[in-house]
Structures are given as C-alpha cells and as structure tokens.
C-alpha cells in the first residue's frame, strides 16, 4: 500500500474531549467496580478488625458501611479528576504552545508517522499498544495509558476507514 497522510490542527477543545475519552475509556464501569470492590474490601477490614464481638450482623454492617465509604471515595476521586483533567489538559496544551498547529499523520503497511510542531515519531505498528474510537475519535495507545488522538471532524472519512483497516490488518487490538 502507498503511503497515506492526512493533517489536522490542535484544538484545545478536542484535546481536552478526547482526554475526557481516555479516561472514560480506563474508568468506566471496570474501573469503577475494582476501584469500589478494593475500597470496600479494605474498609470493611478495618472496621472489623475494631469490632469486639464478631457476628454476621457486624459483618454485614462492616460490609455495607465499607461500601458506602467506597462509594464516598469514587464521588471525591470524580470530584477531583472533573478538576485535574481540564487543568492538565490547559496546561500541556499551553506548555506545548499547540494552540492552532497542524499535526501529520502518515502511515503505510510498516508503520505510522506523526509530525508536529513538537516532535516526529515514527512507530512500526506492532509497537502501539491498542486503539479506540468513538463518534468523534480514533485514539492511538503507546502505552496502557498514553494515546494521540486522531478527531475525525478534521479528517475524511476515506483516511479514517484506511487507518482502520490498517490498524487491524496490523493486529493492532481494538479495546
């Protein structure tokens, strides 16, 4: 296959969209439930380990009073990542001075090549981790936690179909 590129520019707007998507991506549901089973698990314990006389009624109390607290626990973390993640997202964008620069993705059968004003990377396809996409991104995972975004208002639906298709004909794990 011949080489393929399309730009886009830098939008505070959709970087800080498709960060919000990384995060869903990571805590919905899955996340949410091991984040309250351990908390839950770990409070129980130690309102256990206070109780002088062990019985089920204490234990279910234990229990129950462990979960709300690990429910409490989830409002403030989401609390708290409804103000850490604009504030990252603000300050990278800033640092970086992305406000209105145009990022290159160009890609091939051996690997996929991003340009910007920052930096060039150019990475075989057996070396991204996994992809997503929703209705307004493609997100592209170096890591289990990192990802560059590809917002799919600002390029054709022809090179979003045939980043698709290469990634899965690379075997490049779709989560």
């Given at each position: 296959?011949?080489e393929?590129?399309?730009?886009?520019?830098?939008?505070?707007?959709?970087?800080l969209?498709?960060?919000?998507?990384?995060?869903?991506?990571?805590?919905?549901?899955?996340?949410?439930?091991?984040?309250?089973?351990?908390?839950?698990?770990?409070?129980?314990?130690?309102?256990?380990?206070?109780?002088d006389?062990h019985?089920?009624?204490?234990?279910?109390?234990?229990?129950?009073?462990g979960?709300?607290?690990?429910?409490?626990?989830?409002?403030?973390?989401?609390?708290?990542?409804?103000?850490?993640?604009?504030?990252?997202?603000?300050?990278?964008?800033?640092?970086?001075?992305?406000?209105?620069?145009?990022?290159?993705?160009?890609?091939?059968?051996?690997?996929?090549?991003?340009?910007?004003?920052?930096?060039?990377?150019?990475?075989?396809?057996?070396?991204?981790?996994?992809?997503?996409?929703?209705?307004?991104f493609?997100?592209?995972?170096?890591?289990?936690?990192?990802?560059?975004?590809?917002?799919?208002?600002?390029?054709?639906?022809?090179?979003?179909?045939?980043?698709?298709?290469?990634?899965?004909?690379a075997?490049?794990?779709?989560?």
């Amino acid at each position: 296959m011949s080489e393929r590129k399309f730009t886009f520019q830098y939008n505070y707007a959709e970087m800080l969209a498709a960060s919000w998507f990384t995060v869903r991506k990571r805590w919905m549901w899955k996340g949410a439930i091991r984040y309250i089973a351990l908390v839950a698990i770990l409070m129980t314990a130690i309102i256990e380990f206070g109780v002088d006389e062990h019985s089920i009624f204490s234990f279910v109390t234990s229990a129950l009073v462990g979960i709300a607290i690990a429910v409490g626990c989830l409002f403030l973390t989401s609390l708290y990542w409804l103000w850490c993640v604009p504030r990252s997202v603000r300050k990278a964008y800033a640092q970086l001075m992305l406000d209105g620069e145009s990022v290159e993705f160009s890609f091939d059968d051996t690997e996929l090549k991003i340009a910007d004003c920052t930096s060039t990377l150019a990475l075989a396809w057996n070396r991204w981790v996994k992809w997503a996409e929703n209705e307004r991104f493609i997100l592209l995972y170096r890591t289990s936690t990192y990802a560059h975004f590809v917002p799919k208002s600002q390029v054709s639906r022809e090179q979003i179909d045939a980043l698709r298709s290469q990634l899965d004909g690379a075997g490049v794990k779709k989560v």
